[in-house]
């Protein structure tokens, strides 16, 4: 048993060993999706300052992810997010619950991310969506099932420091293009949009929905399965309060290049009609500075990047799987490499399954219900388990099953899929449940709270 849990704890967390630089760059590389790169840049291209406004959102979160929870997950000896808020319960319904929220959370987040990667890739290279999507899964599965954390936190940090340079060269290149001058730079996208790229669009401008949409991206980043695991692979709280550290550092420069290349590729590409839409804004920036060579640069990076985001839920989905279900429902069967690596292969099938049936869905709506589901479900409990003295089994349970089910009803309810996708009538205007259910998650753990404690 010991040495099983030796091999898995090598498997998943490389022996808790990795060190605190390449430890922040596998964050920085988890975190750091293609949307957060070619997203980015294609809504400064469309929408102008709204992409700056998100990624102060993101980085608010990345910031209270660094005080409220860096050292402390690391103090656990926690494996998954289960294991965290399950300390000193040992509760078979919490564990059950808490570990399929946290796989459900990883497969939609990996069903995003295939897409995402499918339909790229697909208009990078030529390729039909269901070979680019079949060639992705193969691909990272076998990085994954051979080389667990090990491989995958080479790919996540070689990918960062990849990504860093590329986003480098090409802000030179757009500076360049302005003489290295910021002002001109912004005066000339002042100049083409009569200042409206400078000002945050009617989306975001005021509202209860804007709201809960930046509560769900602040929050929904503290409990994301695959982000929080990185925590779990270093030595001690010292090596994780650094790496988070480092790591928001390292998103905050990240987020200032996208900043000047989205602005650099409004000017640069005005007036264009870009061939794959607005989503391939930096490919036709990239192509404009450097030519086809640029063009193929990030075409690599594009997939290195794929495979280093999937790695890291993967592997997430495969630990929730591994050290939480099958040892609670399977009693008789104690965790070892072989059951990681077969759940390695359910969880790949199950998300190219998925995304080859969403084929089409709007990306931004799918990446919002993981953030918000995050937010409203496994933030609370999570905060309190840290913070709460009156924390308690029955409050996490509770909180845990009407987070979720709530934030489930309230998507299915929202315009996007009651009236858009089943032609119902509107029930509420409202898109981002986290808002509405993150207090009752709140409201239920301190209702049932250990009066003793408190």
């Known amino acids: 048993?010991?040495?099983?849990?030796?091999?898995?704890?090598?498997?998943?967390?490389?022996?808790?060993?990795?060190?605190?630089?390449?430890?922040?760059?596998?964050?920085?590389?988890?975190?750091?999706?293609?949307?957060?790169?070619?997203?980015?840049?294609?809504?400064?291209?469309?929408?102008?300052?709204?992409?700056?406004?998100?990624?102060?959102?993101?980085?608010?979160?990345?910031?209270?992810?660094?005080?409220?929870?860096?050292?402390?997950?690391?103090?656990?000896?926690?494996?998954?997010?289960?294991?965290?808020?399950?300390?000193?319960?040992?509760?078979?319904?919490?564990?059950?619950?808490?570990?399929?929220?946290?796989?459900?959370?990883?497969?939609?987040?990996?069903?995003?991310?295939?897409?995402?990667?499918?339909?790229?890739?697909?208009?990078?290279?030529?390729?039909?969506?269901?070979?680019?999507?079949?060639?992705?899964?193969?691909?990272?599965?076998?990085?994954?099932?051979?080389?667990?954390?090990?491989?995958t936190t080479l790919v996540q940090s070689t990918k960062a420091l990849l990504l860093f340079i590329f986003a480098a060269i090409i802000s030179f290149l757009v500076l360049k293009n302005f003489h290295f001058s910021l002002p001109q730079l912004f005066a000339r996208v002042a100049e083409l949009s009569d200042f409206k790229a400078l000002m945050p669009s009617p989306a975001i401008s005021s509202g209860i929905e804007q709201i809960s949409l930046i509560l769900g991206l602040v929050l929904g980043l503290l409990g994301l399965p695959h982000i929080l695991m990185r925590f779990y692979t270093v030595k001690d709280e010292q090596t994780a309060l650094y790496s988070a550290a480092a790591a928001t550092f390292l998103i905050a420069l990240f987020f200032t290049f996208n900043l000047l290349i989205g602005f650099g590729a409004f000017v640069l590409l005005n007036g264009q009609v870009l061939e794959g839409g607005n989503n391939m804004a930096l490919l036709h920036l990239a192509q404009l500075l450097g030519g086809s060579v640029f063009e193929w640069i990030l075409a690599f990076l594009v997939f290195v990047t794929v495979l280093a985001v999937i790695a890291g839920l993967v592997m997430a989905a495969s630990a929730g799987i591994t050290q939480d279900l099958i040892p609670t429902l399977l009693p008789r069967q104690s965790s070892n490499v072989f059951i990681a690596r077969v759940s390695v292969i359910a969880v790949f099938l199950a998300g190219v399954g998925l995304a080859y049936l969403f084929e089409g869905v709007n990306l931004a709506f799918l990446f919002g219900i993981a953030f918000a589901w995050v937010a409203s479900a496994h933030f609370p409990v999570m905060f309190c388990r840290f913070y709460f003295k009156g924390f308690n089994e029955k409050g996490a349970f509770y909180s845990l099953l009407i987070g979720s089910l709530g934030s489930l009803i309230f998507i299915i309810s929202s315009n996007t899929v009651w009236v858009n996708i089943l032609g119902f009538s509107e029930l509420h205007p409202y898109r981002s449940p986290t808002l509405f259910i993150l207090p009752f998650s709140f409201l239920i753990i301190w209702l049932l709270r250990d009066r003793k404690k408190t």
């Open 1 to 151: 048993m010991a040495q099983n849990h030796q091999s898995t704890d090598q498997f998943f967390l490389v022996g808790r060993s990795v060190g605190a630089t390449q430890n922040a760059l596998a964050l920085t590389g988890d975190y750091l999706s293609a949307a957060a790169f070619l997203g980015s840049i294609a809504m400064y291209f469309a929408q102008g300052m709204d992409s700056l406004f998100y990624a102060v959102a993101t980085m608010i979160g990345w910031v209270l992810l660094l005080v409220l929870f860096s050292n402390k997950l690391r103090r656990t000896e926690a494996f998954t997010f289960s294991d965290v808020i399950n300390h000193g319960f040992n509760s078979r319904r919490l564990k059950v619950l808490s570990a399929s929220t946290s796989l459900l959370i990883s497969v939609f987040y990996l069903l995003v991310q295939l897409m995402g990667a499918g339909t790229l890739l697909s208009l990078l290279l030529g390729l039909d969506y269901t070979i680019a999507l079949l060639s992705i899964g193969v691909l990272t599965g076998v990085l994954v099932f051979f080389g667990g954390m090990k491989a």
